[in-house]
T-cell receptor
Framework: NAGVTQTPKFQVLKTGQSMTLQCAQDMNHEYMSWYRQDPGMGLRLIHYSVGAGITDQGEVPNGYNVSRSTTEDFPLRLLSAAPSQTSVYFC??????????????FGQGTRLTVV | KQEVTQIPAALSVPEGENLVLNCSFTDSAIYNLQWFRQDPGKGLTSLLLIQSSQREQTSGRLNASLDKSSGRSTLYIAASQPGDSATYLCAVAFGNEKLTFGTGTRLTIIP
């Protein structure tokens, strides 16, 4: 089982450049989300989606865009990279169940450095 | 503000000992709580998920408990092994699907 697949694994960007982090899952999960992980701050929610065509902002959405055209894919776009966006980015997915979700599955992460 | 706290930030234990990792949260109206393991440079691996109606869950040498009234969860690891060395993260769904994470406890098992 592939689970949640993120690409690329590593990326270096110059300030002002744009790029898209890819996330795909093969478990037919309705819920997908993006987090960033920074030292001493834990994982923080950037954007999430409860199904195709539906997205919403998390705790730290500024500077990022998302879209959800299919159940499987949930790309994260950096519009104009800034050094403050240097971080490790994780994509996660899960089934929706009632008001919440089932067990969350995470990708292996994308380590992004903005210089 | 709904917060999740994990203390201590780091813990070293001799191999073979039983140990407890702690997670506290500020709001008792949770939907579920999940424990993850993260190895250096890797993603998160789900260990146990406890629904709000449950008191504990077990998987092998791991046992997670949940006490909503006191806002606490513990992860018990029996007969620790060097392979258990990792960072353990607690995440809480406060009444909906969004997870709020603690900053983790870095566990080192000393051979």
């Amino acid at each position: 089982n592939a689970g949640v697949t993120q690409t690329p694994k590593f990326q270096v960007l110059k300030t002002g450049q744009s790029m898209t982090l890819q996330c795909a899952q093969d478990m037919n999960h309705e819920y997908m989300s993006w987090y960033r992980q920074d030292p001493g701050m834990g994982l923080r929610l950037i954007h999430y989606s409860v199904g195709a065509g539906i997205t919403d902002q998390g705790e730290v959405p500024n500077g990022y865009n998302v879209s959800r055209s299919t159940t499987e894919d949930f790309p994260l776009r950096l519009l104009s990279a800034a050094p403050s966006q240097t971080s490790v980015y994780f994509c996660a997915s899960s089934y929706r169940q009632g008001r919440g979700n089932t067990e969350a599955f995470f990708g292996q992460g994308t380590r992004l450095t903005v210089v | 503000k709904q917060e999740v706290t994990q203390i201590p930030a780091a813990l070293s234990v001799p191999e073979g000992e039983n140990l407890v990792l702690n997670c506290s949260f500020t709001d008792s109206a949770i939907y579920n709580l999940q424990w993850f393991r993260q190895d250096p440079g890797k993603g998160l691996t789900s260990l146990l998920l406890i629904q709000s109606s449950q008191r504990e869950q077990t998987s092998g040498r791991l046992n997670a408990s949940l006490d909503k009234s006191s806002g606490r969860s513990t992860l018990y690891i029996a007969a620790s092994q060097p392979g258990d060395s990792a960072t353990y993260l607690c995440a809480v769904a406060f009444g909906n699907e969004k997870l709020t994470f603690g900053t983790g406890t870095r566990l080192t098992i000393i051979p």
